[in-house]
């Protein structure tokens, strides 16, 4: 069982930056890569960035260039920072521990940009 909790979601206008942060507890040694997904109102659930414990990374489309994650292993935490924000982004932001669909998931943290 692992247990992640996200922080960081809010408020900001478009164009500005936030950062997302995901701690792990409870099995951790379990853990291989992470992620953040993210769901917009009347949407399925999308990816939206992954980092595997060695390092290697892969973002949607959408996000490339704009947003980077980042993992500290040591510290079983993922993060998402987000650049050049756009109302299209907005969504409930949720951290993943060892992918879809049988991984575990977070609560969600809100990110709202406005235009």
């Known amino acids: 069982q692992v247990q992640l909790v996200e922080s960081g979601g809010g408020l900001v206008q478009a164009g500005g930056s936030l950062t997302l942060s995901c701690a792990a507890s409870?099995?951790?040694?379990?853990?291989?890569?992470m992620g953040w997904y993210r769901q917009a109102p009347g949407k399925q659930r999308e990816l939206v960035a992954t980092?595997?414990?060695?390092?290697?990374?892969n973002y949607a489309d959408s996000v490339k260039g704009r947003f980077t994650i980042s993992r500290n292993n040591a510290m079983n935490a993922v993060y998402l920072h987000m650049n050049s924000l756009k109302p299209e982004d907005t969504a409930v932001y949720y951290c993943?521990?060892?992918?879809?669909?049988?991984?575990?998931w977070g609560q969600g943290t809100q990110v709202t940009v406005s235009s």
């Open positions: 993943n521990a060892n992918g879809v669909p049988f991984g575990s």
């Open positions: 409870g099995s951790i040694f379990s853990i291989n890569a």
């Open positions: 980092i595997a414990r060695g390092g290697y990374t």
